[in-house]
């Protein structure tokens, strides 16, 4: 029952964010919104790490949108990926913003989850300054901080 109803939500959640999109570009002339908000917001809670992968959701908050829509967007900062997976598992978020692998590893797991969208992000591997490198060749034998079961460690592996 549970898969089912968390299955629903993420269908709810990539229509709804469709529909705002869409919606949002579609928007002509300077006529008042007449919606009624009187009804009940549907609430989207959304799992996500810092990244630019974020920006649209936050715009859609900012610019209003999901009030608009009548929708409570709920966007939920995690600094770690196994915090969010976690929350994601409890049923205590409809979607989370993850990669390929994490799709994977939750499918593997036995969740019922979809990619409903993709960015084309990079990833930069940075250095401190005192570090003395200046080129991805040197970091060979070096210690670095990258997060684990993610695709940016399967890169580097």
Same mark, same amino acid.
């Given at each position: 029952?549970?898969?089912?109803?968390?299955?629903?939500?993420? !269908?709810?959640?990539?229509? %709804?964010?469709?529909?705002?999109?869409?919606?949002?570009?579609?928007?002509?002339?300077?006529?008042?919104?007449? *919606?009624?908000?009187?009804?009940?917001?549907?609430?989207?809670?959304?799992?996500?790490? *810092?990244?630019?992968?974020?920006?649209?959701?936050? %715009?859609?908050?900012?610019?209003?949108?999901?009030?608009?829509?009548?929708?409570?967007?709920?966007?939920?900062?995690? =600094?770690?990926?196994?915090?969010?997976?976690?929350?994601?598992?409890?049923?205590?978020?409809?979607?989370?913003?993850?990669?390929?692998?994490?799709?994977?590893?939750?499918?593997?797991?036995?969740?019922?989850?979809?990619?409903?969208?993709?960015?084309?992000?990079?990833?930069?591997?940075?250095?401190?300054?005192?570090?003395? !490198?200046?080129?991805? *060749?040197?970091?060979?034998?070096?210690? !670095?901080?990258?997060?684990?079961?993610? %695709? !940016?460690?399967? =890169?580097?592996?």
């Amino acid at each position: 029952m549970e898969k089912i109803n968390m299955k629903k939500k993420l !269908i709810l959640t990539t229509l %709804l964010l469709t529909a705002i999109l869409l919606m949002a570009g579609c928007k002509t002339g300077d006529k008042e919104d007449k *919606s009624d908000n009187t009804a009940e917001k549907t609430t989207i809670r959304i799992g996500m790490m *810092s990244s630019s992968d974020v920006i649209p959701y936050v %715009l859609i908050n900012k610019n209003g949108l999901a009030d608009k829509y009548n929708l409570d967007l709920q966007l939920n900062t995690f =600094t770690a990926a196994k915090d969010r997976d976690a929350a994601l598992q409890a049923g205590e978020l409809d979607g989370v913003l993850t990669d390929y692998i994490g799709i994977c590893m939750y499918q593997n797991a036995g969740f019922d989850v979809r990619i409903t969208g993709i960015t084309d992000g990079d990833y930069i591997l940075m250095a401190g300054k005192n570090t003395g !490198i200046a080129d991805i *060749s040197q970091i060979k034998g070096k210690s !670095i901080a990258i997060s684990e079961n993610t %695709l !940016i460690e399967s =890169t580097l592996a």
